[in-house]
């Protein structure tokens, strides 16, 4: 390595601990799908958690199996690292009851933290029977959650703009 390289590396390295308890980081992974990629999965988590991410966060796919991966993997993180396991939630293709089942579950696992997305529609599907907000609601209903959400920086696509600027979903 040039003494260039070092010395950027050095500054770097500088920068990161002055910033120390002010940012804070997670990591987002897929639920694996086969054994090579858990143990990839594993060994990723191993190496992340040297930098001490706020939580960790696994995405949480339209289809049951993965579905289940997801919960897996989730109870894993939480067991095997101590590091907060925060599962991805959709209401997309789920129904109020099976998603409170989904969040008791996780609460009587011991996991505190969710991420509430509503999810991708699917294609050519009408108007959602829920949104986020919707599963916000239903998720404190639960348990007293810290929750995670998405959010545009601008209008979303599917919002109209009202008078004044704001936007509300179509209806």
């Known amino acids: 390595m040039s003494f260039f390289h070092a010395n950027q590396r050095e500054a770097l390295n500088q920068?990161?601990?002055?910033?120390?308890?002010?940012?804070?980081?997670?990591?987002?992974?897929?639920?694996?799908?086969?054994?090579?990629?858990?143990?990839?999965?594993?060994?990723?988590?191993?190496?992340l958690s040297s930098l001490?991410?706020?939580?960790?966060?696994?995405?949480?796919?339209?289809?049951?199996?993965e579905r289940d991966r997801t919960h897996s993997i989730i109870k894993g993180i939480k067991e095997r690292t101590g590091l907060e396991a925060a599962p991805?939630?959709?209401?997309?293709d789920a129904s109020r009851d099976e998603l409170r089942t989904i969040a008791q579950d996780y609460w009587?696992?011991?996991?505190r933290h969710i991420v509430a997305l509503r999810g991708d529609l699917p294609p050519g599907s009408g108007k959602p029977d829920m949104y986020a907000a919707d599963l916000v609601t239903l998720l404190k209903e639960v348990g007293d959650f810290d929750i995670s959400v998405a959010a545009y920086p601008e209008v979303h696509p599917e919002?109209?703009?009202?008078?004044?600027?704001?936007?509300?979903?179509?209806?």
């Not at 001490?52 to 199996?65: C, E, I, L, M, R």
């Not at 991805?88 to 997309?92: A, G, K, M």
Request: with cysteine; hydrophobic share 30%; proline share 7%.
């Open 108 to 111: 009587n696992n011991g996991i």
């Open 88 to 92: 991805h939630l959709t209401c997309i």
């Open 15 to 47: 920068s990161l601990a002055e910033l120390q308890g002010q940012i804070n980081v997670s990591f987002e992974f897929f639920p694996p799908r086969t054994s090579e990629m858990e143990q990839t999965l594993w060994k990723s988590i191993d190496r």
């Open 52 to 65: 001490k991410p706020k939580f960790v966060s696994v995405t949480y796919g339209a289809n049951s199996g």
């Open 159 to 171: 919002a109209k703009k009202r008078p004044g600027g704001s936007a509300e979903p179509e209806a």
